[in-house]
Nanobody, 112 residues
Framework: QVQFVESGGGSVQPGGSLRLSCAAS????????MGWYRQAPGKPRELVAA???????NYADSVKGRFTISNDNFKNTMYLQMNSLKPEDTAVYYC??????WGQGTQVTVSS
């Protein structure tokens, strides 16, 4: 199964931007569903953005208009561009397909 490694997290001020990367261990061309999830302290893990083979995307209402999910099939990498970040976006972010395992995630902290 293709597995993923997340990177790109960090600490930013409110209103800032980050781009997360999700590097796959193999080709992502045949993967039907890939998503970005996040888990804040004391809260359940939630799906924030998803991309379906062919390019359709879906977003949680809380990030709609601020986050953009995309794939680069040549680099076997998925991205999450996060703009206008808010303190409530603080969480560990994970990427995953239906068949993959959970990775280590990447920490995003939004604070002034």
């Amino acid at each position: 199964q293709v597995q993923f490694v997340e990177s790109g997290g960090g600490s930013v001020q409110p209103g800032g931007s980050l781009r997360l990367s999700c590097a796959a261990s193999g080709s992502i061309l045949s993967i039907y569903f890939m998503g970005w999830y996040r888990q804040a302290p004391g809260k359940p893990r939630e799906l924030v953005a998803a991309i379906i083979r062919g390019g359709s995307t879906n977003y949680a209402d809380s990030v709609k208009g601020r986050f953009t999910i995309s794939n680069d099939n040549f680099k076997n990498t998925m991205y999450l561009q996060m703009n206008s970040l808010k303190p409530e976006d603080t969480a560990v972010y994970y990427c995953k397909s239906t068949a993959s395992s959970w990775g280590q995630g990447t920490q995003v902290t939004v604070s002034s």
